[in-house]
């Protein structure tokens, strides 16, 4: 098993990844177009973000992206977590807590004082998930404006 940042050809197989996760989730539907569209920006330019996989036998069991922006109360580099997702035959083996202590690992190396995550409010499993890793549940409530 190899933990490493995707390239370019693998976005054919992060948008099926993509699709699994977004039929899970109440707020999100699957574009393969506008995934597509969105890894081919963020792979080729670190400044953006990272996107780190799990493979395989050349095979991607799983991916999450960490995007950076500045935090003006931290002062520094910090690192939103999204798109967690591992193929659904490779659950329960360890490979997403592997991932995202990579992933940890990876927003360290790349300087940043925080990462914050957001998961569905029903999915307690994923909450539970991030808790042993030791992300604490925020007193912030997210609002989205979608401007399309």
Do not use: H, W
Not at 68 to 97: H, N, P, Q, W, Y
């Amino acid at each position: 098993m190899k933990f490493i940042k995707a390239n370019l050809c693998d976005i054919p197989e992060l948008v099926e990844l993509l699709e699994t996760l977004f039929e899970q989730e109440a707020e999100f539907e699957p574009n393969s177009e506008a995934q597509s569209k969105a890894l081919g920006k963020i792979i080729p330019d670190p400044k953006i973000g990272i996107v780190l996989v799990a493979r395989a036998d050349k095979k991607i069991l799983a991916m999450v992206n960490l995007l950076f922006t500045e935090s003006t109360a931290l002062g520094s580099k910090v690192a939103i977590l999204e798109d967690m997702v591992v193929l659904a035959e490779s659950r329960g083996k360890g490979i997403g807590s592997q991932l995202v202590d990579f992933a940890i690992c990876e927003a360290k190396k790349a300087g940043c004082k925080r990462i914050t995550l957001l998961t569905d409010i029903e999915n307690t499993k994923a909450q539970s998930f991030y808790q042993k890793k030791g992300f604490v549940k925020s007193r912030m409530t997210p609002y989205r404006l979608l401007l399309d």
